[in-house]
């Protein structure tokens, strides 16, 4: 039996981790993984204690995809996405790769990103990116296709251009022209990608959680629902309007006495 590949553990502070660990096949994921990454993201949905996830891959590796040796000892069926839909949520191939999360996702990238792997880094609102790491749509030289949300946010996330860059090539991109592309939000040292996620969760854990996850909630609006741009406005202003009074009036006092001058951010 393999050992477990998905690791769960949650902070006081709220900070909840997932780590990708099947070291074997470079974290690539097969349906038994697929289905423990998808318990741990709703774990991570479902618990009102925890406030930012940050989830990254061992072995100095974020995940090569889809486990290419499953899928050719079977057929196309292999990709079908056996864990299913739960409680309304789609779920596909990889696991949580269609799902939509509701609270902040930080993704530690190392080593390679690609092909399903890459679709499981676009989870995550940002993508801290160590120096040596490799995104790509590297399943365009296998004809496997993504169907794990690689079209839909990759093109959200870099543009469409750039998108249809990497789609159709299926081209490595390294961390430094990831950045310049906004695919990866920061680039650091090898090694030091899960340590600066955790220093980034820890500052977003630290702000008052209605309004940071109602502006973040209108920013995917804005980004895949709206059907207008007086849409997007409306929205953004109505769901605003509950933090302004929930959160907005305490905030404001708190500046007024003192807290917050000269740039500090807390």
């Not at 318990?39 to 995940?63: I, P, S, Y």
């Not at 899928?71 to 949520?89: F, I, M, T, Y």
């Not at 955790?198 to 502006?215: E, H, K, S």
Request: with cysteine.
């Amino acid at each position: 039996m393999e050992p477990e590949t998905v690791h769960y553990s949650t902070s006081t502070e709220g900070i909840t981790t997932i780590t990708l660990d099947r070291a074997q096949r470079r974290n690539a994921v097969n349906p038994a993984t697929a289905t423990s990454l998808r318990n741990a993201f709703l774990r991570f949905e479902e618990d009102t204690t925890q406030k930012v996830c940050v989830f990254h891959g061992a072995n100095g590796t974020f995940c090569a995809g889809f486990d290419l040796h499953h899928l050719s000892q079977g057929d196309g069926q292999a990709l079908n996405p056996s864990v299913g839909p739960v409680e309304g949520r789609n779920t596909g191939p990889m696991g949580p790769s269609r799902m939509t999360i509701s609270k902040p996702v930080i993704c530690a990238v190392s080593g390679y990103a690609v092909a399903g792997g890459l679709e499981l880094s676009l989870l995550g609102d940002m993508r801290i990116v160590e120096e040596d790491a490799i995104f790509g749509v590297f399943c365009r030289r296998w004809g496997v296709p993504l169907i794990d949300g690689g079209t839909v946010r990759l093109q959200a996330i870099v543009g469409l251009g750039r998108a249809m860059d990497m789609i159709l090539t299926g081209r490595p991109v390294g961390a430094q022209e990831a950045l310049s592309m906004g695919l990866a939000n920061r680039v650091v040292p090898k090694g030091k990608g899960l340590e600066e996620a955790m220093n980034v969760a820890r500052l977003i854990v630290g702000f008052p959680q209605m309004c940071t996850n109602l502006d973040r909630r209108s920013c995917y609006y804005a980004a895949y629902e709206a059907t207008s741009l007086e849409d997007a406005l409306k929205f953004e202003c109505g769901n605003g309007l509950q933090a302004v009074a929930a959160e907005g009036k305490k905030g404001a006092g708190s500046f007024s006495q003192g807290k917050g001058r000269h740039g500090s951010m807390l």
